[in-house]
Every structure is written in structure tokens, then in C-alpha cells.
């Protein structure tokens, strides 16, 4: 696909395409969901956001220059950290950018792609650290694919995160709860108490088969070679190897 030069089509168009991918996705085609989030991610790649801040300056958003003592009134310590804020300021392109990853995200989740569903909510999380539904998203996979620790921190720390970005719905389980929509705390609450029951069942299954190898007697094969009572019978003993494949945790 030709890709247009300037920024500002170019954002526009990945607009349109993260449009295609939605809708896609809320009719349960996902793999025109995830091709669509692709080419959405494509265009706003390499996007120079020197020259797009510039290009919004240009069309109106310019701030008025400094006076001429304004520089030297800040001094090094304040100047560094507002250098610091403006580099965690959210841009246009990082936040369109963190919700197509988010949603790729959810699409991975769907069809049970839990590796992928993981990688792609970091993504989202690297663009925007206060996406919700990412991180929701990467606690969730973290919990599929065994990392138990790991998911309940990601959760619990989401627990304590501010709730005006969240939706206020409240569900009564896990099942019930729409995570590819929003994020409210009664659905983290609830992914949360579910992944400790998940663990504790493997806990407890894995124990299970540890005892019962643990209590497995070795199958020993005994038969007598003797076939005169005046001489001292020897005894053969062959024993049987049995292969103990290991219970798995995952």
C-alpha cells in the first residue's frame, strides 16, 4: 500500500483504518480486525513528531514566543524536570498508537493467542502508561500463561490506579465482565480472585500427582531358576523400569 508523506494524512488515514478494525472486531471478524490494526500501526510509524508539532503550530497552535528574561528565570533543577515532563507528554500518535495495540490486544485474547495478547498490551503500555484497558489486558494474559506472581502485581497495582478513567459498571464475575469494553474495579477485583482459585487448583493437582509418585511402588519381576532341592536355588531378579514423566505447572 502507498503510503502518504505528510503526517497529518497520514494519521488521518490510520484513523480510518483503526475505524475498519473496530468494526470488524465488534462483528467477530477478527482477522480483518487484526489486519486493519496493522496497517492502522504501519502509517503512523516513522511519523516525525518534530515536524507534526511544527505543522499544529502552523495551524494555530503556536505558543507566543518567550520574553527575553524568561529563559534565565528557571533554574536548572526546575528546567530539568520540566524537560522530563515534556518528554512523557502524551502525543496524538502515541495515544492512537496505544489504543490500536490495546485493542490488537484484545483480538489475540479472543482467539486465545495469550503470548501475543501479552506482547501487544506492553505495546500499548510503552505508548501510554495510563491505558487501563492494557493493562487489564496484560494482567489477564500474564494469568493464562502461568505467570501468577507477575499477573497479580500488574492487577492489584491497577486496583490502586485512580478510577475516573475507569468505567463504573459493576459485574458479578470474572465471566461476566466485557474486558475487551472497559475497565472498572469490580472486573479487576474479580480476574484477581479467579486467578488465585486457577492457582490453587494447579497447586493442588500438581501435589496430587507428586504424592501418588512419591507413593508408587517399583514393580519388581522375582522367578526362581532352582531346579534341584539339594543345591542352594539362585534367584534372578529382574526389575521393570517405569518412565515417570514429571507433573507440569504452568
Known amino acids: 500500500m502507498s503510503m502518504p508523506q505528510d503526517p497529518i494524512t497520514k494519521i488521518e488515514t490510520a484513523k480510518k483504518k483503526k475505524e475498519i478494525a473496530d468494526t470488524a472486531f465488534k462483528t467477530g471478524d477478527l482477522q480483518t480486525a487484526l489486519l486493519s490494526y496493522h496497517e492502522a500501526v504501519m502509517y503512523l510509524h516513522g511519523i516525525d513528531k518534530n515536524m507534526l508539532s511544527a505543522m499544529s503550530g502552523a495551524m494555530g497552535g503556536a505558543r507566543a514566543p518567550p ?3 524568561e529563559e ?64 487489564f489486558r496484560k494482567g489477564k494474559a500474564q494469568g493464562e500463561l502461568g505467570y501468577v506472581e507477575k499477573a497479580l502485581a500488574t492487577l ?46 494447579r497447586e493442588k493437582k500438581h501435589n496430587q500427582k507428586f504424592k501418588g509418585f512419591l507413593n508408587r511402588k517399583p514393580a519388581n519381576s522375582y522367578e526362581s531358576v532352582s531346579s534341584t532341592p539339594s543345591h542352594a536355588s539362585s534367584t534372578s531378579i529382574q526389575s521393570t523400569d517405569s518412565s515417570v514423566s514429571a507433573a507440569s505447572t504452568v
Request: aromatic residues 6%; negative net charge.
Open 67 to 69: 520574553l527575553p528574561d
Open 156 to 201: 492489584e497495582d491497577l486496583l490502586q490506579k485512580d478510577d475516573s478513567g475507569m468505567a463504573t459498571t459493576e459485574v458479578q464475575s470474572s465471566s461476566d465482565y466485557p474486558w475487551w469494553v472497559h475497565v472498572d474495579k469490580a472486573g479487576i477485583s474479580a480476574e484477581i480472585a479467579r486467578i488465585k482459585v486457577a492457582d490453587k487448583e
Open 72 to 135: 534565565t528565570v528557571e533554574t536548572p533543577g526546575v528546567q530539568k524536570e520540566k524537560d522530563a515532563q515534556d518528554q512523557k507528554e502524551l502525543t496524538e500518535v502515541d495515544d492512537l498508537l496505544s489504543k490500536i495495540y490495546s485493542n490488537q490486544s484484545a483480538c489475540h485474547m479472543k482467539k486465545g493467542n495469550w503470548k501475543r495478547a501479552l506482547e501487544t498490551a506492553k505495546k500499548a503500555l510503552s505508548k501510554n502508561e495510563k491505558n487501563y484497558k492494557a493493562q
